[in-house]
C-alpha cells in the first residue's frame, strides 16, 4: 500500500464490523416469535408487496444505470473528457447503496410482526426488536459505505499509475464520482418510494377513513397493506440511500478537499485524507455501543422511550466529539485540535437541528397546538397557520447551518480572519467545511437506527391491528409507534441538515474535478484575467473562480441561480402532482373494490391487497421518471450551455432555496400529523368533531409535505452537485457561452 | 443646466401630462352621477374606512420615516459615511410614493358607487368610469415618480459642486438612495395593506358565508365594508406602491450603472443617463393613447372586454418599442439599436410573464380545471394539487427572466461573448440589463391602470349588491369584476417579474454606492489579490468583487445566500401567520355582533362596519411592524458582520428564492381563487355541493397567498437592495469581519 499508514486498516475493519454486527442483530431479529398464522400472514403480504415494488424498482434502476454507465464510458473512453474509472465507481456506488436499501427493507419487513409479537411479552422487548431490526439498517448503510471507500482507495492505490501528492488528488477525485452512482440510486429511491407510500397512505385514508369511516390499519380497506408496504419503501429504504448518499458524499469531498489543500506537503496530504475515513470508521464502533445501550422498563412513558433511545445517541455522540480530538492527535496532524472543533461543531449542528425539528413538529410544544387550536375555524386556518408556522420554522436550521460553516471553516484555519480567503486559507477552510458534515454524519449508524425504527414501530402497530390483538399489545405497539413519529421528523431534520453540508462539501470540491479535466484534455496551463499564466496543476482554487469568472455580477451565474433556485420548486411541484395522480388511481381501485367485490365491509370477503399495491408501485414508477431526469439533465444542459459560472450558480441557487424549502416542507407536514394527533388525543374537541376533520385535511396535505417533496430536495441538491462532478470534464471541454 | 441636453426638459414635461391627464380623468369621474341615496351612503362608509386606514398607517410610517431619516442623517452628518443628500432623498420619495397611493386611493374610493351606476346605463359606461380611475393612479404613479426624479436631477444639478463624469456619477448615486424611502413606504403600504385586505376577507368569509350562509357582498354581514375598504388599501395603495417602487427603482439603477459604466466618455455618459429618463417619458405619452382607446360596446363578452383592455395595453407596448429605437437614435447614443434591443426584451418578457400568469390561474386553461376537477376528493386534493401546480407554473417566467437577462446582457455588448465579462462589457451589459427593466416599465401608466380598474369593478358589484340594484347592473358589475380578477393576476405576475428585474439593476449599482462609500471615507486605492494598487475612482466593477472577496466559494457569500433564502420564507411565514391572527379577531368581532346586535340577520338592524374596519386597521398595523423591521434591520446586520460579500450573498439570495416563491403562491393563490368560480359556474356539482365547499378552502387559503405573502415578496427584495444601498458606506465603513 505505497505510502499508507498501517492505520488505513481500520476502516475496513470498522466497515465489516458494523455488517458483522449487522448479521448479528439480523439474526436475533428472525430468532424471535412471529406470532400468530394471521400474524404471519399480514406480514407476508406486507414482505411481498415490499418486494415487488422493490423488483420493479430495480428493473427501471438497472435500465438508467446501464444506460448512464455507457455514457460515462463513452466520456471516458470515447471522449475522452473523463477519467476511465468513472462507468465502475458509479456502478459500485449504486449497487452498494442499493443492496443497503435491499437489506435493510428485507430486515424491517421481517421485523414488524416479530416486534408486534414482543411487545405482547413487554414494552422493553418490543422496543429491542425494533430499535435492533432498525439498527440493520443503521449498520448496514454505514458499513457498505465504508467498504466501497476501503475497496476503491485499495484498488485505486494500485492501479492508479502516479506518484507523489498528485496521485492522491487523482485518487480522491476519481473515488467521489461513486458518488454519482449512490446518488441516483437514492434518487429513484427517494422519489418513487416518496411517491408510492404517499399514493397509499392518501388513498387508503381519503377512501376508508372518510369516505367508508372505517379505522386506520383496518384489514377490509384494500389499500391497507399497499399503506403499509409504503412505510417501508418510502421511510426504510428511502431514507436509508438518501443518507448513504450524503454519508459517502462528505466522507469522499472531505477527502477531495484534503488531498488538494494539502497537496504541497505530502504527509499532511494523506492525514488529511484519511482522517475523514478514520473518523466515519470509529463512528461506527461507538455507534454500535451507543445501540446496545438502548433499553428501557415497562410501563415506560412516553418521555421515558424518548430519553432511553436518546441516551443511546447522545451518548454515541459525546464518545465521537471526544475520539475525533483523539483521532486526530494520534494521526499527528498539524492542528488537530482546531480540525477536531470543525468536527465537533458539525455534530452540534446536527443535535441542534434535530431539537429544532421537534420543537416545530411535536404537540408538546406551542407551534404545533396553535395549529391544532385553528382547526376551530376549519381546514382553511389549519392550511394557513400550517404553512406560516413551517415557513417561520426555517430561520433555526438555516441559521445553526450559517454558523456551523462560518465556525467550521474558521476553527479550521485558527481563526485567522484577516487570511480568511488567501488561497491555502480558502482550501484549508472548506476543508472544515466539510469534516464538519463528516461530523454531523459520524454516529449514522445509531441515528439512522432511530429513524428505521419508525416506520418498522408503525408497521408493527398496524400488524396487531389487522390480527385483532388485544388493547393492552395495542396500547404498547402505540407507544412506540408515537416514539417513531418523533424520532421521524428529528430524523428529517438530520437528513435535510446533512445534506446542505454535503452538497456545499460537494460544491467545494466541483472545482478539483474541473482541475482533473483539464488535465484529461491535456490543457496545461491558463491564463487569469490580470494576464497571468498559471499550471493548472498549481492552480489555487481562487484562479479557478478567476479564469471561469464565477463572480455575482455574471449574467451567467445569475441565471444559474434563478434556474437552481426554479428547480427547487419545480421538482417539489412535479413530486406533488405525482402523489396527487398515483393517490387518485388509488382511490378509484379502492372504489372498485368496494363496489365489485361484495362483503369487503362486513369482513366476509378478503379484499383483493395485490392489486392495490401493484398499481401504487406502478404508479410510483411511471411518476418517478420525469423529475428524475430533470434533476439530471439541467445540471448537464446548464454546463454545456453556460459553463462553470452557469453551473455554480445552478449549484448555490438549488442549495440555497432547497434547503429552505425542503425544512418548511418538512416540518409543515411533521407539525399538521401532530396536531391531528393533538385533536385526537381529546382537545379542540377530539376525534370525530370538525376540529379533527380540519386537521385531517392538514395531515392529508402535510403527507406529500413531508414524505415525498420535502424528502427529493435532499436529494435533488446533492444529486445535481454529483452530476456537476461527474460532467465537469464535458463542461470545460464543450460549453458554448 | 451646464451641458445638459434641451431633451432634458421633456422629462418633467411627461410627468406633468401625466399628472394633467390624471386631473383630467378625475374630474371627468367625479362628474358622473353617484347614484342612489344608499349607494352613495355604501360608498362614503368604504371612503371613510379607507380613509380611516390610510391615517393610521400614515402615523406610523411618518414615525418610522422620521426615526430613519434622522438615523441617515446621524450617518450622513455624524458618522460621515455617506452623502448629506440622502436624508432629503429618502423623505421625498416616500413623500411622492404615500401621495401616489394617497390619491389612488382616494379616486378608487369615489369610483366604485359611479361605476356602479355608469353599468346601470351601459357596459361600455362602467368600463370606461372604472378603467379610467384606474388611469388616474397609473398616471398618479407615473407622474410622481419622474417628477421627483426630474426634479433631483435639477437641484443636484445645481449643488453638486464638482466637475466633469465624476459629478453625474455622485447625482445618480445619490438619487439612487430616494429609491429607499419608496421603498420603505410600499413596505408598509403592501405589507399592512395586504394583511388588512385578507384579514378583513378572510374574516366575513368565514363567518358570513360559511357559518352564516349569507352571500359575499351582504349588508347584513358587519365585516363587508372591511373587506371592501380592504379591496382599496391592498390592491389599490399596495399595488400602486409596489410599482412606483419599481418604476422609479429600475430608472435610477440604470442611470447609475450608466453614469458608472460610461464614465470615460462624457458625452455618451450623459445620454446613458437621461436614456432611461426619456424612455420612462415618452411611454407616459403612449400609455395616454393606449388608455383613450379602450372602449367596448354593449353585451361584450368576457373575451372582448379583456380585447378591448389588451388593445390599449399592446398598442403603447408596441408604439414605446418602436418610439424606443427612435429616442436612442435621436440621442445620438452608440449602438442605439442594440440598446433598444434590450428595452425591447425587456417589453417582451413582461407580455410573456403575463401570458403566462393567465395561463396558469385563469379557467380557461386546463391547470386551473384540474385543480377544480381535483375539489371532487375533497380540500386536501385541492390545497395539495393547487400547491404542486402553483410550484410547476414557476418555471416560465423564471426561464423568461433568464432570457431577458441573457440577452439584454448580450444586446448591450453587441453580443461581444468572448468579451462578455471584461471590466467594461461587464458594466455595459448590466447597464443592458437594467434597462430592460426600465423597458419593461416604461408602459406603466396603462398597465397599472388595469391593474387598479380591479378593485374599482369589484367594488362596484359590491355597492351594486349592497344597495340592491337590479339584476342587469349586476350581471355587468360581474362582467367587470371577472374582467379585473384576470386583469388582476396578470398585474401580478407583471409586478414580481419587474420587481426581479428592478432588483437585478438594484443589485448591480450596489457596487456603484460602495465606490462612492470609499469616497465619502477618503479612501482613495486599494489593493487588489494579486496585489496591484487601484485608485477607487478608476476600480472596475471586477475589481471591486476581488477586493471585497465577493466569489461563490467565500463561506460569508454562502452564509449570506442561506439567510437570504431564509428570509423570503421567513417574512411569508410571518405575514402568513399575520393574516391569521388578525382575521381570527375579525372572526370573533363578527361572531360577537351577530350574537350581541339582535336583527342583524333579519336585515333589522344596521351592523357596526366601522368597528370592524377599526380592528382590520389596527390588526394590520400592528402585525406589519415585526416583519417590516426585519426586512430593514437584516441587510444592515448582514453588512455589519459578513460586510459586502455577506451583503450581496444575501441580495442574491433572497432574490433567487423570493421571486420564484413569490411566483408559486401568487398562481397558486389566484388559480384556487378561479377554481372556486369555475365550480360556481356550475362545473363539478356546482354552488353548494361539497367540490364547491372544498374549493372555497382552497380560496382561503389562496387569499393570504396571493394578496399579502406573495406581494410583500416584491417589496423585499428591492427593499433589501435598498437598504444596502444606503448602508453601503456604513458597511464599508464598520463591518466586523
Not at 421528523?489 to 482541475?515: M, N, P, Q, V
Request: net charge neutral; glycine share 12%.
Amino acid at each position: 500500500m505505497g505510502n499508507t499508514p498501517t492505520i488505513f486498516w481500520l476502516i475496513p475493519a470498522a466497515a465489516l464490523i458494523a455488517l458483522l454486527f449487522a448479521w448479528y442483530f439480523f439474526r436475533q431479529m428472525k430468532r424471535q416469535d412471529e406470532g400468530t398464522e394471521r400474524m404471519k400472514e399480514i406480514a407476508r403480504y406486507v414482505r411481498e408487496g415490499a418486494m415487488a415494488y422493490l423488483r420493479q424498482q430495480y428493473k427501471v434502476v438497472v435500465i438508467v444505470f446501464i444506460v448512464l454507465a455507457l455514457f460515462f464510458a463513452w466520456l471516458a473512453f470515447g471522449l475522452g473528457v473523463q477519467n476511465k474509472w468513472v462507468p465502475f465507481a458509479f456502478l459500485t456506488g449504486g449497487f452498494f447503496s442499493g443492496l443497503a436499501g435491499f437489506i435493510g427493507m428485507k430486515t424491517a419487513t421481517y421485523a414488524s410482526s416479530r416486534t408486534a409479537c414482543a411487545a405482547d411479552r413487554s414494552l422493553n422487548r418490543g422496543l429491542q426488536v425494533a430499535f435492533r431490526s432498525g439498527a440493520v439498517m443503521g449498520l448496514v448503510v454505514v458499513g457498505l459505505g465504508l467498504l466501497d471507500i476501503s475497496l476503491w482507495y485499495i484498488v485505486l492505490n494500485h492501479f492508479v499509475d502516479m506518484e507523489g501528492p498528485q496521485k492522491l488528488v487523482v485518487m480522491t477525485t476519481t473515488m467521489l464520482t461513486f458518488g454519482m452512482g449512490a446518488s441516483t440510486q437514492a434518487l429513484f429511491a427517494r422519489v418513487g418510494g416518496g411517491i408510492y407510500t404517499k399514493a397509499a397512505d392518501v388513498g387508503a385514508d381519503l377512501v376508508g377513513k372518510v369516505e367508508a369511516g372505517i379505522p386506520e390499519d383496518d384489514p377490509r380497506n384494500p389499500a391497507t397493506i399497499a399503506d403499509n408496504v409504503g412505510d417501508n419503501v418510502g421511510d426504510v429504504a428511502g431514507m436509508g440511500a438518501d443518507l448513504y448518499e450524503s454519508y459517502c458524499g462528505s466522507i469522499l469531498a472531505t477527502a477531495a478537499l484534503g488531498s488538494a489543500a494539502f497537496m504541497f506537503n505530502p504527509e499532511v496530504q494523506m492525514k488529511a485524507v484519511l482522517a475523514p475515513m478514520l473518523i466515519a470508521a470509529v463512528g461506527i464502533i461507538l455507534s454500535v455501543i451507543g445501540i446496545f445501550t438502548v433499553r428501557t422498563r415497562e410501563g415506560a412513558s412516553m418521555k421515558q422511550l424518548l430519553r432511553s433511545l436518546g441516551f443511546g445517541v447522545n451518548l454515541s455522540a459525546v464518545l465521537i466529539a471526544v475520539a475525533s480530538f483523539a483521532i486526530l492527535y494520534l494521526l499527528d496532524m498539524p492542528n488537530w485540535g482546531w480540525i477536531a472543533g470543525s468536527v465537533v461543531i458539525g455534530l452540534i449542528a446536527g443535535v441542534i437541528i434535530g431539537q429544532a425539528t421537534e420543537y416545530y413538529t411535536s404537540h408538546s410544544y406551542r407551534p404545533t397546538r396553535k395549529i391544532a387550536k385553528s382547526a376551530e375555524t376549519g381546514p382553511a386556518t389549519v392550511i394557513i397557520s400550517g404553512i406560516g408556522m413551517g415557513m417561520i420554522s426555517t430561520a433555526v436550521p438555516v441559521i445553526t447551518i450559517c454558523f456551523a460553516i462560518v465556525l467550521s471553516f474558521l476553527c479550521a484555519i485558527r481563526f485567522d480572519i484577516a487570511g480568511m480567503l488567501t488561497a491555502g486559507n480558502l482550501q484549508t477552510g472548506l476543508y472544515g467545511i466539510a469534516i464538519a458534515a463528516v461530523g454531523m454524519l459520524s454516529t449514522l449508524g445509531i441515528t439512522l437506527a432511530t429513524d428505521a425504527y419508525g416506520p418498522i414501530a408503525d408497521n408493527a402497530g398496524g400488524n396487531a391491528q389487522m390480527a385483532g390483538l388485544g388493547e393492552e399489545v395495542r396500547r404498547r405497539t402505540d407507544a412506540l409507534d408515537a416514539l417513531g413519529n418523533t424520532t421521524a421528523a428529528t430524523g428529517k431534520g438530520f437528513a435535510i441538515g446533512s445534506a446542505a453540508l454535503t452538497a456545499l462539501a460537494l460544491l467545494a470540491s466541483y472545482i478539483e474535478e474541473i482541475r482533473i479535466g483539464f488535465e484529461h484534455l491535456g490543457q496545461q496551463t491558463f491564463t487569469l484575467s490580470d494576464g497571468a499564466v498559471v499550471t493548472i496543476a498549481d492552480a489555487s482554487m481562487l484562479d479557478f473562480m478567476d479564469y471561469f469568472q464565477v463572480n455575482l455580477m455574471n449574467p451567467k451565474v445569475l441565471v444559474g441561480v434563478f434556474v437552481g433556485a426554479m428547480m427547487a420548486f419545480l421538482f417539489c411541484g412535479l413530486t406533488m402532482n405525482a402523489v396527487g395522480r398515483a393517490a387518485q388511481s388509488m382511490v378509484n381501485e379502492v372504489r372498485r373494490q368496494f363496489r365489485e367485490i361484495k362483503g369487503i365491509l362486513t369482513g366476509d370477503a378478503t379484499p383483493d391487497y395485490a392489486r392495490c399495491v401493484a398499481i401504487s408501485t406502478k404508479g410510483a414508477q411511471r411518476e418517478m421518471l420525469f423529475p428524475s431526469l430533470l434533476a439530471i439533465l439541467v445540471p448537464v444542459a446548464m454546463g454545456l450551455v453556460f459553463g462553470v459560472a452557469g453551473v455554480i450558480g445552478l449549484l448555490v441557487g438549488a442549495l440555497g432555496s432547497g434547503f429552505v424549502l425542503a425544512i418548511f416542507m418538512a416540518n409543515s407536514g411533521g407539525a399538521w400529523d401532530n396536531a391531528k394527533k393533538y385533536v385526537e388525543e381529546g382537545n379542540m374537541g377530539g376525534k370525530g368533531s370538525d376540529s379533527h376533520k380540519a386537521t385531517v385535511v392538514g395531515d392529508t396535505v402535510g403527507d406529500p409535505f413531508k414524505d415525498t417533496s420535502g424528502p427529493s430536495l435532499n436529494i435533488l441538491i446533492k444529486l445535481m452537485s454529483m452530476v456537476a462532478i461527474v460532467m465537469a470534464g464535458l463542461t470545460i471541454a464543450y460549453s458554448i457561452f
